[in-house]
């Protein structure tokens, strides 16, 4: 009957109608995603992790280099060090909502619980950048010390850790105050920080050493030294361990060396070596999805981006980006 191929035809379409919903984020779902700065290319890499590929690129400005999402996943924040401006990103269709200056040669910035405020490093001003989210405005500036380069926010308090090359130390700052509360020194170059998630280490990758340091945040002090076997070829201009990261529970530490393409996977406790895999050229940053179960790395001389399955610790899944990715940024964000 008539009616019934009318019903028949319109209940189909329904269904297309949800499910294009369901594989393309939109009407209220959230998506989990990876967003990557490319340093060269100038452009915001997004690789939704659901379909493994990259969904879109964002221009942003000259040189992107930091990123960070909102922690309710509404906003998306890139650093562009080459013209001292931040970003805003809207991540329900990917564009930019406004830029501003905030200082010169802005690198890896972090946010904090409640998303109000982001705090940027300044590197070439010897200060950070406190920015209000909300009202997208540079509220104030901070001095931290010489060439600010990461920030990375404290799990359990009101503080971030700001590494300085400049002065070879991890600056600590209270954010209810927005002052500096002490200097952690480290005698050596700084790279890449990473907290443990109960709040009391925090690992530094350092200049020169295909390894880390273990910081006692509540000493306040170096307690720990981790050495892994130096790469065959000598570390030109440093580039030996640089990224890091704690596992979102706590057990393992994940390093990648620059010059051998390698990721080491330690104990977080006894620092005793788990296992090793091959990524690609020059692998630069780690983050991890909420559940732990991947682990994102960009490999900035390849222009790609490494998805590595962390139980069987192998690559499920390379993707090519833009060129030279440097940071990225792994969460949910919201698509309503």
Known sequence: MKWIKI????????????????????AGENRLRVYVTN???????????????????IETGKNPHGVVIAPDGSE??????????????????????KTIQVGHHPQQPAISSDGITLYVPLNADHAIAI???KEKKLKSTLPVGRNPH???????????????????????????ANRVEKDIPLWAWPRVPS???????????????????AVDLEKGEIVNWISLDEPKAFPKQGMVAHGLRVTPDGKELWLTTQLNNQVTILDAHTFQTLATLLVGKNPNWIEFTP???TAVISNTSSDTVSLINTKSRSVSKTIPVVKSPKRLAVGFVKMD
């Open 291 to 293: 559940d732990g179960q």
């Open 131 to 133: 920015v209000n989210t």
């Open 39 to 57: 340093f060269e290319g100038e452009k915001i890499s997004v690789i939704d992790l659901a379909d493994q590929k990259e969904i879109a690129q």
């Open 7 to 26: 019903f028949t035809f319109g209940f189909s379409f329904f269904l297309y109608g949800l499910l294009f919903i369901s594989t393309n984020g939109v």
């Open 150 to 176: 990461i920030i990375i926010a404290s799990p359990t308090s009101k503080r971030i850790y700001v590494t300085s090359e400049g002065d070879m130390k991890v600056v600590v700052v209270n954010t209810e």
């Open 195 to 213: 907290v443990t998630p109960d709040g009391k280490t925090l690992f530094q990758t350092i200049r020169w050493l295909n390894g880390a340091l």
């Open 76 to 97: 998306v924040y890139v650093t562009n060090e080459g013209d001292g401006t931040l970003s805003f990103i809207n991540p329900q269709d990917n564009k930019v909502t």
